[in-house]
C-alpha cells in the first residue's frame, strides 16, 4: 500500500480548512490540479543578498522546480534564515542552530512531502541539514558551488586564503595596499563560495561523501551549466524519493558518517568539518564521538592538492574528476563502506566505481599521496581533557612535536591589543594560547585560532608558530593551530588556568597536550579563577549561553538532540 502523503491532511481535504490551505494558494496563479494529491516539494532556500556566496540560488531554485514539475511534483520556495560569513557578526556560527530550528519548524509546520536543501556559504549547509534531519522527511541536498578560479596577476588566488597570505604580505611590507585593494575583485569573480577547500567546499564534499547529495555535487563551480543541470535532476530525483520513502535517516548512518571521516582526510577538508558532523550526527541519532575522527580518519592520506594545503582549487578539482574520484580510491583502498544508500537510490560504490582521475597533479593516487597524513589528529592532556583537534596537512612538520613557552591571551580583544607590540616577549619558539573564544566565551565559537603572528616575527621570515585556543579556524586558515580545545576556557576548562610563562608541550605522535605545571599550582589556580565574560541576559543569545555543548559534542544545543519526524501539526482553523 503506498504511503498517505502528508500534504493531503492540507491540500486533500474537501471541507472549509481544505478551501482555505488552497484558496490562498491560488493567488500566485496556482491552478487546481497541482493539489490532486502530488508531492509537495520543499525548496528550502538560503538564497541572499547578505550572504553573497548563495546570491545565485534563486536561478538554482528555478532548475529545481522544472525538475519537479517535470516528475508531476509540485514545487514550493521558501526562504529560511540564511548565514553569510562575511558580513554576520559576531560570527555566523553562532546562528547555525537558529537557522536549524528555522528549517526545522518551516518544514514540519507546513504541507510538505519532501525538501530540496539549497546550500552554499559555509554554516547555511550545517544548519539546513540538522533542520532537515530532525524532521526526516525525504531530502536532498543541492550545494550552490563553489567560485570559479580567483586570478591575479597570472596567478590562482584562493578565497581566504590568499586573504591571509595577503595580509601578512602587507604587514611584512611585501605589498602596498593598493595593490591589496586590487586583488579583492580577482579573488572573487563569479557567482559561488568560496573556491578553497574551506569550510564551504568541504561541506559540499561531506554532503556528496554522506551520500545526501547527487554525484557530483562538491565540485562543479556555481557558474557552470552543469551546475543547473543537476539542479534539474535533483528536482526530478526528489519526487521519486518521495515514492520510495527514502528519509535522511536511510542515508545518515554511521557508515555514511565513517565515509564522511574519511573523505574530510583525504581532502584535507576543513576542521569545522567535524563540529558540524557531530552536531548532525546528533539530530539523528547516530553514535559519533570526537574520537571517530583520529580512530578512522588518522591513516587517510591526502590526496587532493588544494588550497589551503595546497596549490589548486575548486575548479581544478571538478575538472581532475571532483570527490568521486577520491570516494573511489578510499573503495579500493578498503576505505569505503561502499553499500551506504545514497540519495539517488544507489550505493557510493555504484555512484563511484567509474571515476576517472583527469588531472593527477590535482588529485594524487593512493599510494603516491599528496600527503601521507590527511586526517586530523584529536589531541587530549591536561590541558585538553574532552579533546582538542589539529590538522596536521595543514601545519608545519617541524612543530608537530614542540616545547615551549606560553603566551597568553586572555580573549581576542587582548590579543589585538598586544600582538603588534614591540615590547610583546615573544619569540619564534613560544607557544600562543589565545582563551575566552569557545561555544559560550565567544558566543558562536569565533574563527579566530589562526591567530596571525606578531608583526615583528613576520619581519623576521617566521612562518608558523603553534597557536593554542578554545576558538574554531576558518577553514581556508593554515598553520600548527591546535583548536576546539574542550571544556573551553569560559566554563573553567584547563586553558582558564594558563599563564604567560608557563611551558606547554604538543606532542602529536602521542596524541597529548600538556600543561607542565604542578597540580597543586593548578589547583590554586583553578580555586582563584572567574568567568571574565557575563552571559547575554536576552534573546537568543541567552538561550544559547544556557544550552549550547561543548566542541566535542558539536556545539549544538542540548534540546535540540535527537529529531522528533515531521508528524502533522494540529490545526487551529
Ligand atoms: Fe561564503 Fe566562504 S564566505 S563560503
Known amino acids: 500500500m503506498t504511503k498517505k502523503l502528508r500534504s493531503t491532511e492540507w491540500f486533500g481535504r474537501q471541507d472549509k480548512d481544505g478551501f482555505a490551505y488552497r484558496s490562498w494558494m491560488k493567488n500566485q496563479g496556482l491552478p487546481h490540479h497541482l493539489f490532486d494529491g502530488r508531492p509537495v516539494i520543499g525548496i528550502c532556500n538560503t538564497w541572499s543578498e547578505l550572504t553573497p556566496c548563495n546570491a545565485h540560488l534563486r536561478g538554482i531554485a528555478e532548475k529545481v522546480k522544472r525538475g519537479v514539475y517535470e516528475m508531476g511534483g509540485f514545487p514550493v520556495e521558501f526562504p529560511v534564515t540564511s548565514l553569510g560569513e562575511t558580513l554576520m557578526r559576531p560570527t555566523a556560527m553562532l546562528f547555525r542552530n537558529l537557522a536549524s530550528m528555522d528549517v526545522e519548524e518551516s518544514i514540519r ?65 611585501e605589498l602596498s595596499k593598493e595593490e591589496f585593494m586590487e586583488s579583492e575583485a580577482c579573488m572573487s569573480r563569479s557567482v559561488g563560495h568560496c573556491m578553497t577547500m574551506g569550510t564551504a567546499s568541504t561541506m559540499a564534499c561531506m554532503v556528496e561523501a554522506l551520500g545526501m547529495g547527487l554525484p557530483g555535487n562538491a565540485a562543479i563551480p556555481a557558474a557552470d551549466s552543469r551546475r543547473q543541470v543537476l539542479a534539474h535532476m535533483a528536482g526530478r530525483r526528489i ?30 577538508g576543513s576542521t569545522n568539518a567535524v563540529i558540524h ?28 592538492n588544494l588550497m589551503p594545503s595546497g596549490d589548486y582549487l575548486m575548479e581544478d578539482f571538478y575538472y581532475a574528476g571532483g570527490l568521486p574520484v577520491v570516494l573511489k580510491q578510499l573503495g579500493n583502498a578498503g576505505l ?53 583537534i589539529l590538522k596536521p596537512s595543514a601545519a608545519s612538520p617541524d612543530l608537530l612535536q614542540h616545547t615551549g613557552r606560553a603566551v597568553v591571551f586572555e580573549d581576542i580583544e587582548d ?76 566554563v573553567g576548562g584547563p586553558l582558564a588556568l594558563v599563564q604567560s610563562g608557563d611551558e606547554i ?23 582563584a579563577w572567574k568567568p571574565v565574560h557575563p552571559q547575554s541576559d536576552r534573546g537568543y543569545v541567552k538561550l544559547y549561553q544556557q544550552t549550547v555543548m561543548q566542541a566535542d559534542k558539536g556545539a549544538d544545543l542540548d534540546f535540540l538532540q535527537g529529531g522528533s519526524g515531521a508528524p502533522v501539526p494540529r490545526d487551529s482553523h
Open 109 to 173: 509546520a507546513n504541507p510538505l512531502d519532501a525538501v530540496v536543501l539549497l546550500v552554499g556559504c559555509d554554516k547555511t549547509t550545517p544548519s539546513l541539514l540538522m533542520g532537515a534531519a530532525s524532521c526526516d522527511l525525504p531530502t536532498l541536498v543541492v550545494s550552490g558551488g563553489p567560485m570559479l578560479n580567483g586570478r591575479f596577476r597570472g596567478e590562482r588566488i584562493g578565497s581566504g586564503t590568499h586573504v591571509w597570505q595577503f595580509d601578512a604580505m602587507v604587514k611584512a611590507g
Open 239 to 268: 519526487v521519486e524519493m518521495v515514492a520510495e520513502d527514502l528519509k535522511p535517516s536511510d542515508i545518515l548512518t554511521k557508515s555514511a558518517f565513517e565515509n564522511a571521516i574519511r573523505a574530510n582526510g583525504a581532502i584535507g
Open 277 to 304: 558532523l557531530l552536531a548532525i550526527a546528533g539530530r539523528v541519532g547516530v553514535e559519533h564521538s570526537l574520537d571517530d575522527w583520529d580512530d578512522i580518519g588518522r591513516d587517510v592520506p591526502c590526496l587532493v
Open 336 to 388: 569505503l563502506h561502499k553499500e551506504a544508500m545514497t540519495v539517488n537510490g544507489k550505493s557510493q560504490w555504484d555512484n563511484v566505481s567509474a571515476a576517472q582521475i583527469y588531472e593527477k597533479d590535482v588529485v594524487y593516487e593512493f599510494d603516491k599521496p599528496f600527503k601521507a597524513q590527511g586526517g586530523l589528529v584529536v589531541l587530549r592532556g591536561n590541558l585538553a581533557p574532552d579533546g582538542a
Open 415 to 490: 590579543y589585538k591589543a598586544r600582538i603588534d607590540q614591540d615590547d610583546l616577549d615573544i619569540d619564534a619558539s613560544c607557544i600562543m594560547v589565545l582563551k575566552n573564544c569557545g561555544p559560550r566565551g565567544y558566543p558562536g565559537m569565533a574563527e579566530v585560532g589562526n591567530m596571525a603572528l606578531p608583526a615583528k616575527l613576520l619581519k623576521q621570515g617566521v612562518t608558523d608558530m603553534v597557536r593554542i585556543s578554545d576558538a574554531r579556524m576558518s577553514g581556508t586558515a593554515y598553520g600548527t593551530v591546535v583548536l576546539h580545545a574542550a571544556p573551553e576556557a569560559a
Open 505 to 527: 608541550t604538543l606532542d602529536t605522535k602521542g596524541r597529548q597536550l600538556s600543561l607542565n605545571v604542578d597540580e597543586a599550582t593548578l589547583k590554586a589556580r583553578r580555586e
